[in-house]
């Protein structure tokens, strides 16, 4: 039971961590519809940047990764995509491709291609043992730090002016630009916030396994299932698929040890499955008709 | 800046207006109409003759579109708005409701109304007084403030479309075919609330392929086709019309006969 508990609580941090990168994917996808593939990048040159400044300082760390990755995000927007405005989208998918390629080649430039370092910082090694189960304070961490960023997200759709602007242009692009709402800032706030997605998504991956590495690109992709079986473009089904995953992922590795590295393939076959079973995904809703 | 025409009367003036698609060829030329101040307008015309084009010259809608202005000028109350972004000409006072409705089908209809008021100054006073003014012309939406907008009747999101462009507090609303697919009883209701929203001062611009309802209500009329105003006059002298009567009382065309078909179901 005891070691139900933790495993279940280790799937949930990284769920947390797969939910976040998928809240990333998603913002872009709904305010541009452009599936950045360049996303797992900024995550893990925020990972880098925050592991160098560690020494420094955690907290100067993560302000120079915010800093450099909203401004790295806005930068891309506007002077990437938004002149690849009304292309084919397989030119747009290129374009994010080659960012990816790119911001990869910079990494193993600056950092070289070993691992380097951790970012957990104050998070430390530590556990905090509840009754029999001990939680590593990373866990702890990134399960509460994670919480507090969904609710500001929430609240921040819920309750500004811009929240709004952006769910309407998500759900109709020409009626939301009938009522005024300014495109260019609709964009720039949505790549921003995926930006400090990916910050907040580059600091946990690279404590949690408690290395900063180029596989982190491989891992942050791990998030397309979790998008997959959420429902594509559902901002609730980003949480909901990636907390899935992150739990299959701990508890296959936990019960499903003696096979091998099979729980790799879970997410995936929870994937197909759910294409077979509900192709929109959990949350994704089909259009409500109009007549 | 826009230059400021003196010599321009208030209301809407397009004048000369050519307009074509980069994926064809142009859809108007010297397209040229006046909105005055205070009236309601109509601009009607068979299927693709360019009046959704229009609109979205005027709205700066067409660059979603990949439409291109290539000459001609468009001015709002004196002002030019030709080539202006859309979110620019919604802050000049110019509403569209788009064809076919496209309310946010995922958003509530109190959101949906709210998004009109993105625009507006924060400290705007007259948002609430608004918001409750839309909802006193509109009951049925009152009753469907928490509900999302995708499961409306197709009435009540013509009628949320124009609550929401309505939030945006324009002196000009620009609506289009907002009669497409509706029952008469709602096509009655539209009409008139319509003119409500013109009795209480804002112009309107009516695109129509109903000409009956559109001469109706409206003081003066357009008709539009293959990219030309074919011919303008006062509404009651248009409805009157033989050449109307042709294409659209009488002719083969399909708008005509539904056109005529309304106006039998309706008793007019
Ligand atoms: N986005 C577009 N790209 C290319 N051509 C277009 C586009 N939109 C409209 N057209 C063309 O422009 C012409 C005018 O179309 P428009 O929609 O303005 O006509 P309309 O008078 O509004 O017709 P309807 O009564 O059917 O709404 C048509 O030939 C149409 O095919
Ligand atoms: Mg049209």
Redesign the pocket.
């Known amino acids: 039971m005891d070691n139900f508990l933790q495993l279940t609580f280790q799937g949930m941090a990284l769920g947390c961590v797969y939910a976040l990168i998928g809240l990333g994917f998603v913002m872009v996808f709904k305010s541009s519809g452009v599936f950045n593939f360049a996303h797992p990048v900024f995550v893990m040159i925020s990972a880098y940047i925050v592991a160098a400044l560690v020494p420094h300082g955690f907290g100067w760390g993560v302000l120079v990764a915010l800093v450099c990755m909203a401004a790295l995000a806005i930068v891309c927007e506007k002077i990437i995509l938004r002149r690849l405005a009304g292309r084919s989208l397989y030119v747009v998918i290129m374009a994010t491709l080659g960012l990816s390629v790119m911001g990869q080649a910079v990494v193993a430039m600056a950092w070289g291609v070993n691992p380097r370092g951790s970012t957990e910082g104050p998070m430390g090694r530590g556990v905090l043992r509840v009754g029999g189960v001990a939680l590593p304070w990373t866990g702890v961490w990134i399960i509460t730090v994670s919480l507090v960023l969904l609710a500001v997200l929430y609240l921040f759709f819920q309750r500004t002016r811009y929240g709004l602007a952006l769910r309407a242009a998500a759900d109709h692009h020409e009626a939301a630009l009938a009522q005024g709402i300014n495109m260019r800032w609709v964009q720039t706030i949505s790549w921003g916030i995926a930006g400090v997605l990916a910050v907040a998504a580059g600091v946990f991956l690279g404590a949690f396994p408690r290395r900063v590495s180029p596989d982190m690109v491989d891992t942050a992709l791990g998030a397309l299932p979790a998008l997959v079986i959420g429902g594509f473009g559902s901002l609730a089904g980003a949480v909901v698929g990636g907390m899935s995953v992150g739990l299959l992922l701990v508890l296959g590795s936990g019960y499903l040890a003696e096979y091998g590295g099979v729980h790799v393939v879970l997410p995936y076959v929870a994937m197909l499955l759910v294409l077979t079973l509900r192709p929109s995904g959990l949350f994704g809703h089909h259009e409500a008709e109009r007549i | 800046m826009p230059e400021k025409d003196v010599s321009a009367a208030a209301g809407l003036a397009v004048d000369g207006l050519t307009v074509g698609?980069?994926?064809?060829g142009l859809?108007?030329s010297e397209v040229s109409l006046t909105v005055p101040a205070g009236q309601i307008v109509a601009l009607v015309?068979?299927?693709?003759?360019?009046?959704?084009?229009?609109?979205?010259a005027v709205s700066g809608l067409l660059k979603a579109?990949?439409?291109v202005i290539h000459k001609g000028r468009v001015t709002l109350d004196g002002d030019a708005i030709t080539g202006a972004d859309a979110s620019a000409v919604v802050r000049r006072g110019l509403a569209q409701v788009l064809?076919g409705r496209q309310v946010f089908p995922n958003l509530t209809v109190r959101e949906n109304l709210l998004t009109g008021a993105h625009t507006l100054r924060r400290d705007d006073s007259r948002r609430h007084a608004t918001f409750e003014e839309i909802l006193d012309l509109f009951g049925v939406l009152r009753q469907r403030l928490g509900q999302r907008a995708g499961f409306l009747s197709g009435g009540e999101q013509q009628m949320l479309a124009i609550g929401r462009a309505l939030m945006t507090q324009p002196r000009l609303l620009v609506l289009?075919?907002p009669s497409?697919g509706l029952a008469p009883r709602i096509v009655e209701e539209i009409s008139r609330v319509v003119q409500a929203i013109n009795a209480k001062g804002t112009t309107v611009l009516l695109?129509e392929?109903n000409a009956l309802l559109a001469f109706r209500i409206a003081e003066y009329g357009y008709v539009?086709e293959g990219?030309r105003v074919m011919f303008g006059g006062p509404a009651a002298e248009l409805a009157g019309d033989e050449r109307v009567a042709h294409y659209y009382l009488g002719g083969q065309d399909m708008?005509g006969r539904r056109a005529r078909r309304t106006a039998e179901r309706t008793g007019r």
Request: hydrophobic residues 25%.
């Open positions: 698609y980069r994926t064809g859809v108007l015309g068979p299927n693709g003759a360019g009046k959704t084009s229009l609109l979205r579109h990949q439409g064809e289009d075919e497409l695109v392929q539009l990219g708008s």
